[in-house]
């Protein structure tokens, strides 16, 4: 029997469809822990931004602290002085220094307290939100109002899975990487074999394959396409009986006389 582009196609398709089998046996797990993956890199962003916040309030802080000591010992000094001012001037000039330091000092305290103010939103909306999420009212909870606590319980959880499906994923690589391979290649060599008019009917199928049909070529059956029971213009049944093929007008799929496919199995694999 001499082979034709339709019987290396449907061959093709025999190894393409053993090459997707052995790859479900990783059950979606690589787009899973891509997914875990970014929800990780996520959580990791917001108490990165909370951390920096808290270090950045409490630098400000501190500063603002520092600040008013300083003032306090600069009016210290300056009432010491005042003690022995020679005259009037002398005193009324030391006078307004420590008014001014004293204005100094107030515009500090009040940014401290503006600060402690913004911590304590903080803390209330994060506690606001630790009782929406009590009563599992999740969709009213916005990010800021996740607890700190939580979003670090829910890092290290999706830390752990990640880790857990990555094993798995990894033992299953492992345990078919040999048959993946040999189907790869297998794959490869086959579709090398391709020349000249196949090479048509090749482009066709893998248009196809990429658009999510894994069964592209298929049997004419009781005068249909196999693929979606749509029937099949007797004007074509000739040509199909031959051993042509026949673009389903539905479906777009190949359709060939089951016969093609009794002949494939008759050749012995490589
Ligand atoms: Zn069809």
């Known amino acids: 029997m001499k082979q034709t582009g339709l019987h ?13 089998l052995v790859l479900s046996e990783q059950k979606g797990l690589p787009e899973e822990i891509t997914l875990l993956d970014e929800q990780v890199k996520s959580l990791l962003l917001q108490l990165d931004a909370r951390e920096k916040r808290r270090d950045d309030t409490l630098a400000k802080k501190t500063q603002l602290r520092a600040d008013i000591l300083a003032a306090q010992e600069k009016i210290k000094k300056y009432k010491d002085t005042q003690t022995k001012a020679r005259n009037n001037k002398e005193y009324d000039a ?15 305290e009040s940014q ?9 939103q903080i803390a209330q909306l994060e506690k606001k939100g630790k009782e929406l999420l009590a009563e599992n009212r999740y969709d009213e909870v916005t990010p800021d109002m996740v607890p700190t606590d939580i979003l670090k319980k829910r890092l290290s959880e999706a830390q752990a899975e990640v880790k857990t499906k990555r094993e798995e994923l990894d033992s299953i690589i492992k345990s078919t990487q040999a048959e ?13 074999l391709f020349s000249g008019e ?21 049997k004419f059956s009781r005068s249909a396409c196999s693929g979606c029971n749509t029937r099949v213009p007797a004007s074509r049944h000739a040509s199909i009986i031959q ?10 799929r190949i359709v060939v006389h089951e016969r093609l496919f009794e002949e494939v199995a008759l050749v012995p694999s490589e």
């Open 180 to 192: 993946v391979d040999d189907l790869v290649s297998k794959v490869e060599k086959h579709r090398a």
């Open 94 to 108: 030391l006078s307004k220094q420590i008014e001014y330091e004293e204005q100094e000092i107030k515009k500090s």
């Open 8 to 20: 290396l196609i449907i061959k093709l398709q025999q190894l393409d469809d053993d090459l997707s």
């Open 112 to 120: 401290i307290r503006s600060i402690e103010e913004a911590e304590e």
């Open 243 to 252: 051993g042509n093929f026949y673009s389903c007008e539905s479906c777009g």
């Open 198 to 218: 196949s090479r048509v009917i090749l482009s066709k199928y893998d248009h196809l394959r990429k658009g999510g049909i894994s069964n592209v070529v298929v």
